[in-house]
């Protein structure tokens, strides 16, 4: 019989790397998308904003599928829309002036009463 040899401990097989859903298969050049909630809240909007205009295909998006998803691209498109002046041109405000107080008297005309004329002088027809 051979020797009574130590036997060799067997070790565990080296544990799989736990990936972060955050840094799973990210390099520094893959892209990061944001989902609806983050991209709300880095954009300090409520979600259902930027769920309705991202599903009107207001405002630049990424689907996945069914799944909506924002790129840092898209996020920077969105605030640089935001911060173009409003086109179009509202209408100005009427100012209000209290019934009967005109401020100028002299920008309004003036109503004068008609002379008095003999009306029986001035009529063609015989009366």
């Known amino acids: ?10 070790r565990p097989p080296p544990a799989a790397p736990t990936l972060d859903h955050r840094t799973a298969g990210h390099d520094e050049q893959e892209p990061q998308l944001y989902t609806p909630a983050e991209a709300a809240a880095r ?6 904003w930027l769920r309705r205009r991202a599903g009107r295909r207001q405002i630049p998006c990424t689907f996945l599928g069914k799944h909506l998803r ?18 179009g041109r509202r209408g100005t405000r009427r100012r209000r002036h209290p019934a009967g107080d005109l401020p100028h008297p002299d920008s309004h005309a003036s109503i004068t009463p008609a ?9 063609p027809w015989p009366g």
């Open 1 to 10: 019989m051979p020797a009574n040899l130590p036997r060799a401990r067997r």
């Open 70 to 87: 924002f790129s840092p691209a898209d996020l920077a498109a969105i605030i640089a829309a935001a911060a173009q002046p409003p086109t």
């Open 115 to 123: 002379p008095d004329t003999d009306r029986a002088e001035t009529t």
């Open 43 to 48: 954009l300090r909007v409520p979600e259902s």
